[in-house]
Structure formats: C-alpha cells, structure tokens
C-alpha cells in the first residue's frame, strides 16, 4: 500500500479517534507519519477538544447566542469562553463555575457523566468559591485602605485569615457575622477610634 | 543521580518482565492536580509558576520519599537532556518545550516521575513493567496521598479535581497500557481491533502519544473518561479490555506461525540480520526491525537474543539516549553509524550479559 501523501509504500497504519465524526484511517510513509505526530493535528487532545466545543456549540446554539457565550469573562482569571473554546484550556479552577451552564453539554459529551465519584481529598477547602471570596475580600481591604477605612481594613484582614485557616464560607452568611453592606453604613467618627 | 548515569540503568518500564510482558510492556497510571491558589498554567504569570514550582519542591522535600529522589529543573536544561527525558517517557513534549519555572522530580528507579507546570501544575506518573495497573495505582494513591497531605488542591464536590482541559477533570486519571501488537499490524487486523475498541470509550494510540516520533508496533490503550466514575471503576474498565486484546495478538501470531512458519522465522531473522551487519541505521528503521526481532524471540524462532536486551534497545538508540551513552553530541549521519555499532555491540557480543529468566 503506498502512502496517501507520497509515492512510499505506507509503514503507518492510523486510526485517529479523537474525531467527533468516527475513526478515520490514514496510510502513511514514515517521513509523512513523522509529521502527523509531530503536529497538533487532531491527534493532539486540545485540537481534539476545541473541535468537539465547535460542533457542539454549532448544534445547540445559533450564531447570536453564540456570541453571548463567547463574551462570557470569568471573574477570577479574565479568561472569556471564546479564549477557552479556541485554546481547549481553561484559566483557572473557578472557569467551572463561571461556564458551568456552557460546560457541562461538554463534559457529558466527553464523560458520560458531571458528578465525580472518585477520590476525596483529605483537605477539600481547595474550592473554587473560597478562591473568589478570597480575592474578592483581599480586593476589599486594599480599596479600605486606601480610603483610609482601617478599622473596615482590620475586620477584611480578620475575615481573610479566617477564610484562609479553613473556615467554612457559610459562615459568612449566617446572621452573625458582618455583610459587606454594614461596612458601608459605618458612621465617619468610627474611623477615628482606630 | 545525575541524567549520565540515568543513560545506563534500566527504568521500570523497560525491565521487560512483569505479567504478559511478551505483548505488554508496561502499565502506567497518572493524575492531574492543581494547587488551589494558583490560575491554571496558562494564565499564571512568571511568578505565579515559580511559586508553583517552590510550593511543590518544598512539600516533596517533607515527605519520606527516597533519598535520592531528584528534583529536576527543566528550565536548566538543555536540548539534548530534555529530549533524553522524553525518550524515556519521564517527560511529556509539553513539559520539554514549554516556557518558564518547569521541573520534574524524578523517582531513582524511575517507578514515579512527577511533572510540574506541564498542562496542569501538576502530573503523577507512576509505571510498573508488564501488565499489572492494580500495582501501579495502589503506589500513585500512596504518593497522592502523601502529597496531598501539604498541598491543597483545586476541588469541588460536584466535579472532583479540577484541570486545566475538560478532558482531564474529575479523577484526574488517565491510566495508559502499552502493548507490543507487531502480529496484528502484520496480520492488518490491527484498525479492526481499534474500532471495536472506540465503541467502548477506550482510546488506542500509535506510540508514545502526542509529539513523539516512537515508533515498532507500539501501541497505547487508555481510558478517555476521568469524571463521573470512580478510579477504581475506570481501573477495572481499561483491565477488562486489555486481557482481549492480548488474546487477539496472540492468535495473530498463532495464525503467523501456522500460516507459514518458514516464512516468519526467515522474516524475523532477516530483521535481526539487518540489525547486526547495518553500518548506518536511523532510529525509525531500528524500532521498525527491533520490534519483528521481539515478535521472533517471543516465538522462540530467535533465540540468541534475550527480551530485556531488545527492550533496552528500543529506548538506547533514540536519538538523544544515543548521543547521552556516547558522551557527545553528534550529527543525524554520526548517530547513524553510532546506532549501528551500538546495534551490533549488543546484539551479537557474547560477553553481553544475559537474563537467565527469560521465556
């Protein structure tokens, strides 16, 4: 059999199955299987990936709605939907929550499944929420301090390192402890105290 | 341990023994991890990496791992060590090219590598020779375990262990056999097999995967699903199939020697013969006759040479291996002929050491 690029009798026989549309064969020589691999053709998985995110989309949205999903910008990191769907790689952990919606047609695709079953880790505080609140809190003091609101600035810092230690984010809701609002409402001669 | 003296030991992987080794080579198990205060890599700045790389160093250099466990800077390195690593399977293409604070640290006896600021911040490697993935997981829950008990992870409850690609999340756990199929290439049976096996969710890859030019009827088998099963469901998934697709290479070479054993036993003869008397030979040819020359000693139609010797030649005459054994960087036609006095050395010197387990 001779390669499908050259006069070389085909040494490769590929059957590439990262396509969405099914297996597909190839015969090639050994220079032509040389650069089959080495580019990020459709065996590479982020090719592979963003081929399935354009499909898909195609499929289940028109080119509006599209578009709207594509503007979509995650909190955390920056990234906007478009980036990921072009590049196959999220930004950061928190992308899962901010494209949940726009994810998980493709995470069934892929797995079959959304919810994990596997392994736990012993130290699970590593959500994404708790990252946000974080960067939301620390963004917080530093507006604080720079308006010279320290006695606001110490409670953020408090409210950090509690966060930080490990302390559940439900907390934070519970009727005790202070929403950002109460902040806001503090009387001017509080500042002086401090 | 220095990557020269890396050159000349035997990792794991190529020790050649192990349940099945006359078709599997080795099984590995690796997961994704990311440290929750970090972006993923794409995203993380210069610094973000180095402290990713400082947070990993100084959390593995706090657990009981070997002495001489190394940690590698992959940034440091040259062309030539970065290409050695990958040959050996201990680094991705990813790893190699990438930009900016990188490392690998790598386990002496090569059973554990684990990649820092590859795709996601961090992948665990772990290889067992031959056909035995229980082994394998039951050491990277270990080594997880134990690097999870000084780093925090990106995680939710609802979606597990969070990665960079979509394809990786929730297990993190791409488990990878690769199998020696040369009697069902010859037999062309082999894009048959593979389509069955799409049927099922389990991937089949030439080679080494992604980037990589290793070739001789190698062939890896891995699950594509990481979320919404647990590990050892995914586990039990990629054992059920491989146990049918050693069978099917069995009968292919059955069928090989019944069909005309004559014509085989010429055939993989001429192989080695190429091999031993070759003046200058590329590292495709090589792999090409290397892997009829496996298929013939596995027969029992070859029998001056042992499994072990044609497994430690399938990685010492790449290209960058090559070269690191010489102790010099040499030219495209001075590998070739360094390969074919390599070849020639191992394959008909007598005082080559032989492995007196070999079936």
Known sequence: MKCQHCEKTATFHITELTSPEGPAILHLCEEHARNFFNQDGPTHPATALTNMLAKQLKLDKVAEDLAVVDKKTCPMCGITFAEFRKGGRLGCPYDYIAFEDDLEPLLINIHGGTTHLGKVPHNSSGSPERQLRLKELKEEMKDAIQKEQYEQAGKLRDRISAVEQGESLESETSPDALPDDDFQAEPPDAQAET | ?359
Request: hydrophobic fraction near 40%; charge should be negative.
């Open chain 2, 1 to 359: 341990m220095k990557l020269d003296d890396l050159a000349h030991q035997t990792g794991e992987w190529m020790r050649g023994n192990g349940p099945e080794s006359d078709i599997v080579m080795s099984s590995r198990v690796r997961l994704a991890r990311n440290l929750a205060d970090f972006p993923f890599v794409r995203k993380c700045s210069d610094k973000d990496r180095a402290a990713i790389a400082a947070a990993v160093r100084r959390a593995v250099d706090s657990l009981p791992l070997a002495a001489d466990t190394e940690y590698i800077d992959v940034s440091k390195l040259g062309d030539l060590d970065r290409q050695f690593l990958m040959e050996r399977q201990l680094i991705s293409h990813e790893l190699s090219e990438a930009e900016g604070a990188r490392a690998v640290i790598l386990d002496p006896h090569e059973r554990f590598s684990i990649m820092v600021n590859e795709e996601d911040h961090l992948r665990l490697q772990v290889m067992q020779s031959g056909f035995d993935l229980e082994t394998a997981w039951h050491r990277m829950n270990e080594l997880d375990d134990l690097l999870e008990s000084k780093l925090v992870y990106a995680y939710t409850k609802k979606l597990g262990y969070l990665t960079a690609c979509p394809t990786n999340v929730g297990t993190g756990l791409r488990i990878s056999v690769m199998l020696h199929l040369p009697a069902l290439v010859a037999t062309k049976q082999i894009d048959k097999v593979f389509r069955a096996f799409s049927k099922i969710n389990v991937a089949v890859r030439g080679l080494f995967g992604e980037g990589s030019q290793f070739m001789g009827d190698l062939y890896q088998v891995s699950n594509q699903m990481t979320l919404g099963k647990s590990e050892e469901s995914i586990m039990q998934r990629v054992s059920e199939v491989i146990p049918q697709l050693i069978e099917y290479e069995r009968k292919a070479r059955e069928f090989l020697v019944n069909e005309n054993r004559d014509d085989l036993h010429d055939h993989v003869s001429r192989a080695l013969g190429i091999l031993c008397t070759a003046k200058k030979i590329s590292s495709e040819e090589t792999m090409h006759y290397l892997s009829k020359v496996r298929m013939g000693v596995n027969l029992g139609l070859i029998e001056s040479v042992e499994i072990p010797t044609v497994n430690k030649l399938f990685i010492h005459t790449q290209p960058a291996h090559l070269q690191k054994l010489c102790g010099q960087k040499l030219s495209v036609s001075a590998r070739n002929t360094e390969r074919a006095n390599y070849l020639h050395q191992h394959l008909i010197d007598p005082s080559e050491p032989t492995d007196p387990q070999r079936n």
